[in-house]
Nanobody
Framework: QVQVVESGGGLVQPGGSLRLSCQASGSIEGVYGMSWYRRVAGKEREFVAEIRSLGTLTYADFAKGRFTISRDNVKNMAFLQMDNLKVEDTAVYLC???????????????WGQGTQVNVSS
């Protein structure tokens, strides 16, 4: 069983920074990539950033130039450095790990519960 746990959320003023962490643990066969999403109350979950095991990075347009995703492949961790935060970045930030289960020929997405980020003056 795979567990994904996010941390690092909190309250920050507009223009401030936060660094979110995501730790995956358990029996992980292979990692295709890790991603961050966010969910604003009353809205659909939206993509923030992805980092694949070979290093390919993808960002949502609103994240480009402000957010940076990184990974520690050995520890199965992902990070999201968020700078110049805006009020509209307030959301629950969720991490996922896409596992490649080579033995059965499928991929499985494991989600965490999320960490709350509040941007307010």
């Amino acid at each position: 069983q795979v567990q994904v746990v996010e941390s690092g959320g909190g309250l920050v003023q507009p223009g401030g920074s936060l660094r979110l962490s995501c730790q995956a643990s358990g029996s992980i066969e292979g990692v295709y990539g890790m991603s961050w999403y966010r969910r604003v109350a009353g809205k659909e979950r939206e993509f923030v950033a992805e980092i694949r095991s070979l290093g390919t990075l993808t960002y949502a347009d609103f994240a480009k130039g402000r957010f940076t995703i990184s990974r520690d492949n050995v520890k199965n961790m992902a990070f999201l450095q968020m700078d110049n935060l805006k009020v509209e970045d307030t959301a629950v930030y969720l991490c996922n790990l896409v596992e490649s289960q080579y033995s059965v020929g499928r991929t499985v997405v494991h989600w965490g519960q999320g960490t709350q980020v509040n941007v307010s003056s």
